[in-house]
């Protein structure tokens, strides 16, 4: 038996099928289960109140989902390795973290990101986003959404969904993305060629990405 998942500004990018737990300012406190207080152990004491706040909320989420408590550590590749017949995401940056979980019988996977809402350091886009994409950019209208920013957040978020489904490193450059003004983006991967779509919004500072890939997008 599932709870209604609470409003949140991630929640207001994902179906209502999707638990998302949400904190804006620093980390949160939580508790850690005794795996993941060894996994971490020895890391910076900024990274420990990251993967803290992340996992308490993780758990929040998967308790709504009616999971019980159970580790979440990093898997393969660094994604987590969500209990069976979980789909997950994670993120975390200065002044954000949240989770989104669901089921898998309801999504193949999701992806969500945060970056602060400021233009990318000098060098990044270059690095991060094709010839195209960057045209696209220069297109888009001018205000206060840092589009290169954003941009780089629709990758990650994409680059977290597709990984649980493809197990393959992907640089940032081969995910194409398609940005619109509308809060929509849609984007390619190189090892999952479906295009996927997403969502973006930019609130309290911070820029939010949602990608969902639909369990008909892994079906034959
Ligand atoms: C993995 C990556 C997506 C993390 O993104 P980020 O913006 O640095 O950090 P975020 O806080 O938003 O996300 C971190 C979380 O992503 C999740 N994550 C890490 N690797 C993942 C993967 N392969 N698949 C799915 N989720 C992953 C983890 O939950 C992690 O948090 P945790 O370690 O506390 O569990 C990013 O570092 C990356 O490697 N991107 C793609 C490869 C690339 O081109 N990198 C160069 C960037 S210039």
């Known amino acids: ?25 620093p980390p949160p406190h939580g508790a850690l289960l005794d795996p993941e207080r060894r996994h971490i152990h020895g890391r910076s004491p900024r990274r420990q109140r990251q993967f803290t706040a992340a996992r308490t909320l993780a758990r929040q989420a998967l308790t ?31 002044g954000y973290t949240a989770c989104a979980a669901t089921r898998t019988t309801h999504l193949a996977s999701l992806g969500i990101d945060a970056e602060p809402a400021e233009p990318l350091p000098h060098g990044v886009l270059d690095l991060t986003a094709t010839a195209d994409e960057r045209r696209h950019l220069t297109r888009l209208p001018r205000g206060q959404t840092p589009w290169d920013r954003l941009l780089f957040s629709a990758k990650e978020a994409t680059y977290k969904a597709c990984y649980p489904l493809t197990r393959q490193w992907a640089g940032l450059a081969t995910i194409t993305v398609h940005l619109r003004p509308d809060h929509t983006f849609t984007a390619c991967h190189p090892h999952h060629p ?12 911070i820029l939010i990405t949602t990608l969902t890939i639909p369990r008909s997008a892994t079906t034959g």
Do not use: K, N, Q, Y
């Open 194 to 205: 479906t295009p996927h779509h997403g969502r973006w919004t930019a609130t309290e500072g």
């Open 64 to 94: 709504e989902l009616g999971h019980p408590p159970t580790p979440l550590l990093p898997g393969p590749g660094g994604a987590p390795d969500w209990p069976s017949g979980v789909a997950g995401s994670i993120t975390h940056c200065t």
């Open 1 to 25: 038996m599932t709870t209604t998942p609470p409003l949140t500004a991630l929640s207001a990018l994902l179906p209502p099928t999707v638990h998302c737990t949400e904190a804006f300012g």
